[in-house]
């Protein structure tokens, strides 16, 4: 602006200066100087004019994430409020069950002593007759204590589902929070990078974004089937690869099944080289006891090589973008408590990598 402002300034200066002299502007200036001012005063006006509308735009994504954000907490938070209701109605039927079990036991007692204590009166004043009558009572006493002992066992059983369910409902509920908890970190963090955002920043995440969308469009029958798994964190971009489809038990050695879908994979990062792209091989914590791999940090080494060299089998990708890294056990997605989570820390990640990164 403050350039703009003195040319136009040195134009009108130069053009008084003619008109009281008697001196047309083309005798002062050539064709060219005046094409040349004409030209510049243009750029000036256009590059006010782009940087105003790169600034509103950059205002209206802020916005439209944090109508986002806001929208997806009001979510989260409706499903904890209905996860804590379902718990706390579980618990009640369980604490009605409970009290409902201490006030027959309580009745039942009260019911045998009293027989007890007459059974007792009987006996020392009875007939045979009497006696006989006495023995069916026995019986029936038996009979009776018997089905109270199957009704408690079975009350037993009723409760101990009752209190699996309410546990396997809280440690859901626990997994849901602190997954809802990660994604409004995540949210938080993407609004926090905004902010901080340079235009080659900005112009490198929607690179990042195309390249997601192609790999999604590319990849859609593996992801449908959950082989391939595409996450962003942060400004990075994550491939990952389920275990099943890529290696067998101990191995490293690639399965047939996943050719097809890093030969995919590899023609779409040929298409972006201004991208780094880190191969990262995992485990669980199973102990390797046998084999040629000496521990989980040389298989997950070995794992991401494998995948790395099978993705340079393209001539027309540059090499000197790429690396591969193992991280044994130590870097899981979930923990190692169950063999569902395990098969899922089990894995090979490709992490694209943009130019301008804020890592």
């Known amino acids: 602006m403050i350039r703009h402002s003195r040319i136009t300034t040195f134009a009108v200066t130069v053009f008084f200066l003619a008109a009281f002299s008697g001196i047309s502007t083309a005798d002062l200036f050539g064709p060219s100087d005046l094409e040349k001012c004409t030209n510049e005063k243009v750029a000036v006006e256009l590059k006010y004019k782009y940087c105003y509308r790169d600034k509103t735009n950059t205002e209206n994504e802020l916005e439209l994430l944090k109508r986002q954000y806001r929208n997806e907490s009001a979510n989260f938070r409706t499903q904890i409020n209905s996860l804590e209701n379902e718990i706390s109605s579980l618990q009640k039927k369980l604490d009605s069950s409970v009290s409902g079990r201490e006030q027959d036991n309580s ?33 029936l006493q038996k009979k009776h204590g018997s089905e109270l002992t199957q009704l408690r ?36 963090s993407e609004l926090a990078l905004l902010k901080k955002l340079t235009e080659s920043q900005k112009e490198e995440l929607e690179r990042m974004s195309t390249q997601e969308k192609e790999l999604a469009r590319q990849l859609e ?113 979930v923990p190692n408590d169950t063999p569902e989570n395990k098969a899922l820390n089990r894995r090979v990640d490709i992490v694209v990598i943009p130019r301008v990164s804020s890592k």
């Open 153 to 188: 066992d079975s009350f037993d059983k009723e409760r101990n589902s009752l209190m699996e369910e309410i546990d396997r409902l809280k440690n859901d509920h626990a997994s849901k929070l602190a997954e809802l908890n990660s994604q409004i970190s995540n949210l938080n």
């Open 107 to 139: 009745v039942s007692s009260k019911k045998i002593s009293e027989l007890e204590n007459t059974l007792a009166i009987l006996r020392n004043k009875s007939t045979g007759r009497e006696k006989e009558l006495l023995n069916e009572i026995e019986e």
């Open 221 to 333: 029958s593996e992801i449908k089937k959950g082989d391939i798994r595409l996450k962003k964190h942060h400004d990075r971009l994550i491939i990952n690869i389920d275990n099943r489809i890529s290696f067998d038990s101990g191995s490293a050695e690639l399965k047939k099944e996943v050719f097809s879908a890093l030969d995919k994979i590899s023609g779409i990062l040929q298409n972006y080289p201004e991208n780094r792209i880190m191969v990262e091989g995992h485990t669980d914590t199973d102990k390797i006891v046998r084999g040629k791999y000496r521990d989980n940090w040389h298989l997950s080494a070995e794992r991401a090589l494998a995948v790395l060299n099978q993705l340079l089998k393209n001539k027309n990708i540059d090499r000197s973008r790429f690396a591969a890294a193992g991280y044994g056990e130590f870097n899981p997605i």
